[in-house]
């Protein structure tokens, strides 16, 4: 085998190696898969106190992709309209997670005493803001971008993946999008089929190690 032949041949063994590892993130991050049980998680949040899925039976439980960081996000508290989804989704008997899966390495990892005075500042009416500094949550879900919606059924079931709502973008108001968590909501305690199930979601990466 000539120097040349050598080369390609290296270049094509880094170029499977490469689409190897596109492959192995991609199935990682896909794991959650609607109208299949939710994955089983165990965290703590910014207090401290410890939360179990299975804790939440008989209730519907929603996720959020977080990190204040990103435009999308910003934007959605910059306006108020994710406070008001979680007042109103919890105000309904909803469980509510912020879910953080931003590695301890990255500027926008947020440690405890940080994330409460954000929680505070930016008026959140969440149920919890978890903390998956280790990305386990994160990938269970297959969590994507922030922000990154999931709706849990009361059965404990996938009901709804995907974008908060139809607004792919950093500006406007979003309360003037058609909001996807609230028709799920609606459409579980009513006890009738959602229309939407799963979207495309849009935001920015999550910050994995």
Same mark, same amino acid.
């Given at each position: ?11 094509? @063994?880094?170029?499977?190696? %490469? ?5 192995? =993130? ?6 959650? *898969?609607? &109208? #299949? ?9 910014i ?19 977080y ?11 910059k ?5 008001e ?30 994330? @409460?005075?954000?929680?505070? %500042? ?5 149920? =919890? ?6 990305? *386990?949550? &994160? #990938? ?67 910050k994995?190690?």
């Amino acid at each position: 085998m000539n120097v040349k032949m050598l080369r390609k041949d290296k270049s094509m @063994k880094r170029a499977l190696i %490469a689409l190897s590892a596109i492959g192995f =993130a991609g199935s990682a991050l896909a794991a959650a *898969e609607v &109208g #299949k049980p939710a994955p089983a998680f165990t965290a703590k949040d910014i207090n401290g106190k410890t939360h179990n899925l299975s804790d939440f039976k008989g209730k519907v439980v929603v996720l959020e992709s977080y990190n204040l960081d990103c435009p999308f996000v910003k934007n959605h508290y910059k306006s108020g309209a994710m406070q008001e989804l979680q007042q109103k989704l919890t105000g309904k008997s909803v469980v509510y997670l912020v879910v953080n899966s931003t590695n301890p390495k990255n500027g926008s990892y947020r440690d405890a005493e940080a994330a @409460k005075k954000e929680w505070d %500042a930016q008026k959140m009416k969440a149920t =919890a803001w978890l903390d998956d500094s280790s990305g *386990e949550i &994160g #990938k269970a879900y297959g969590m994507k971008t922030t922000p990154h919606m999931f709706v849990i059924d009361k059965e404990g079931y996938l009901a709804y993946a995907g974008a908060v709502d139809d607004n792919a973008s950093p500006e406007g108001d979003p309360r003037k999008a058609r909001n996807y968590i609230v028709e799920a909501v609606k459409k579980l305690d009513s006890g009738e089929k959602l229309e939407v199930s799963q979207t495309k979601p849009y935001g920015c990466g999550v910050k994995y190690n």
